[in-house]
């Protein structure tokens, strides 16, 4: 190691010099590739030290964007291979990076960065970067102390955030992959970057990558970084570090492309989490019905707007896609919920927003009843109605609460007007019938007003049989509803993993 201890000021000006001296740290960079020599160099100070001299020297004489020579480029990127293997699941020498370098690497990398603005051909300097960006990650990589006391920093200095300005696979795959080495299984890192505004914007150009890398690499360290932030329990902060800006000349949305994604996520742990009888094993976050249902509130409120803008169905934004995956999301959540559960959710106001958004659904969707009316399946709307209606008869199920507040707000109408074949909602009349079995089961008051309601339209089916319920107009004109052994819905579900796919694509 002594060949490596210069005297920089001999060497700083002198390039044949540098030029010999950038030779003893490949040779040092080989060499602590070996496990016990590694170990042995958390004790040279010195070479720490004269690494921190160097990178402040080219700092202060930007000696990186001028661009006049390329020794100091060749110079940084050695450096960076030596901390990068001097790190390797080592904490001493990671503590000495934080110690000695570690600020100036993040300035270093800052001016890298901006000289590859210049000439994005640059290989030399994209290089240079994508070492740096593996010295960095091996600095983080395994420590909680260095991740929670210098990710803010890091953060702030915006390499990361300015990475992805760049159209290259591997800076954009070492990043993505650094992020997770950093917040894995690490509370405390996942809540600085969620609460950071460079942060923030990071998590969003990362996850915003995950619809066009499907077959790639990056895909599956993205879907895990989320998986992490699921399992940390820290929902909340996530969608709130998603959520979309608002605009005075733009207009505001109810929910941000990047949430949308974030809720395709949940819908596939929801899927990948199902036994062999389709019931949902996941132990979800406890919080994730009362964070959709906060999410979901936003998006009722525009509603209105939302499907009348867009009647057709012909195109999907994020406030459509958004409102059809909680629905959907909540299908499957509905199944699994206790009674505790769903009063907490009412009294979030979800059963309220789920009866305003029925009764836009039935003013904005007129039902196709005849057989000639052919349904557009490629409509944001296609399934829609009967999408609320099936969380309406979850919610309802053994739970007064949810019974006395549906009827209470009106929603029993609501709901029985949808006791109809209609050619855009597949299954709405059987599931809207199951749903008033639901709303009346060991409920006088709501079977007194359902009985009080003249049925209209409601056709008997075998599509009822396949449901488990039996319904039909008695000579008073009546809804009569028994049940029946129910059966597997197969079908149902094939169509929601078509949905699903096609918001996908």
């Given at each position: ?194 609460k950071n505004d460079n942060g923030q914007e990071i998590l969003k150009r990362i996850i915003s990558f995950a619809p066009m890398f499907k077959d790639d690499d990056k895909f599956d360290f993205i879907f895990v970084i989320f998986k992490n932030i699921m399992n940390l329990d820290k929902l909340s902060l996530a969608f709130n ?127 196709l009843r005849k057989l000639e009316d052919k349904a557009n399946e490629n409509s944001t709307w296609f399934m829609f109605k009967s999408d609320i209606i099936t969380v309406i008869s979850g919610l309802a199920y053994n739970c007064k609460h949810i019974q006395d507040e549906i009827r209470e707000l009106g929603g029993l109408p ?92």
């Amino acid at each position: 190691m002594c060949k490596v201890l210069i005297n920089w000021d001999t060497y700083k000006y002198n390039k044949d010099k540098l030029r010999e001296w950038k030779l003893e740290l490949i040779n040092l960079e080989k060499e602590l590739r070996d496990n016990n020599y590694r170990e042995s160099f958390k004790s040279e100070k010195e070479i720490w030290k004269l690494f921190s001299v160097v990178l402040k020297w080219i700092n202060k004489n930007d000696k990186i964007n001028s661009g006049d020579d390329i020794i100091y480029i060749e110079i940084l990127e050695s450096i960076f291979k030596v901390i990068r293997n001097a790190n390797g699941s080592l904490d001493s020498n990671q503590l000495n990076t934080k110690e000695f370098v570690l600020d100036e690497i993040f300035i270093t990398m800052s001016k890298c960065i901006e000289l590859l603005r210049k000439d994005v051909t640059n290989k030399q300097v994209s290089t240079c970067i994508q070492f740096g960006i593996q010295c960095i990650a091996n600095s983080f990589t395994g420590n909680p102390y260095i991740q929670n006391n210098c990710s803010e920093a890091l953060y702030d200095s915006k390499i990361f955030r300015n990475i992805f300005d760049f159209e290259d696979d591997k800076l954009q795959l070492y990043t993505i992959m650094t992020i997770n080495n950093i917040l894995y299984n690490n509370s405390t890192a996942v809540d600085i970057i969620l609460k950071n505004d460079n942060g923030q914007e990071i998590l969003k150009r990362i996850i915003s990558f995950a619809p066009m890398f499907k077959d790639d690499d990056k895909f599956d360290f993205i879907f895990v970084i989320f998986k992490n932030i699921m399992n940390l329990d820290k929902l909340s902060l996530a969608f709130n570090a998603l959520a979309p800006i608002q605009d005075e000349e733009l207009g505001s949305i109810a929910i941000s492309r990047e949430q949308v994604i974030f809720l395709k996520f949940i819908d596939a742990f929801l899927e990948d989490n199902k036994n062999e009888n389709d019931e949902i094993v996941w132990e979800y976050p406890k919080d994730l019905p009362d964070v959709l249902a906060v999410l979901f509130k936003r998006v009722v409120s525009s509603s209105y707007k939302i499907i009348s803008d867009n009647k057709e169905g012909n195109y999907s934004t994020a406030d459509t896609d958004g409102l059809i995956l909680l629905l959907i999301i909540f299908g499957n959540l509905v199944s699994v919920l206790n009674e505790e559960e769903k009063i907490r959710l009412s009294n979030l106001g979800f059963v309220e927003d789920l009866i305003t958004l029925l009764k836009n659904a039935n003013e904005l969707q007129p039902r196709l009843r005849k057989l000639e009316d052919k349904a557009n399946e490629n409509s944001t709307w296609f399934m829609f109605k009967s999408d609320i209606i099936t969380v309406i008869s979850g919610l309802a199920y053994n739970c007064k609460h949810i019974q006395d507040e549906i009827r209470e707000l009106g929603g029993l109408p609501l709901v029985l007007a949808n006791c109809n074949i209609d050619n855009n909602n597949p299954y709405i009349k059987e599931r809207s019938v199951f749903a008033i079995r639901n709303l009346c089961q060991n409920n006088p008051e709501n079977q007194k007003i359902i009985d009080s309601l003249e049925a209209k339209g409601v056709d008997k089916s075998t599509n009822l049989d396949e449901m488990g319920i039996d319904a039909e107009i008695d000579e008073n004109g009546k809804l009569q509803i028994k049940r029946i052994p129910k059966k597997e819905q197969k079908k149902e579900q094939e169509d929601n993993q078509e949905r699903i796919k096609v918001l996908d694509e």
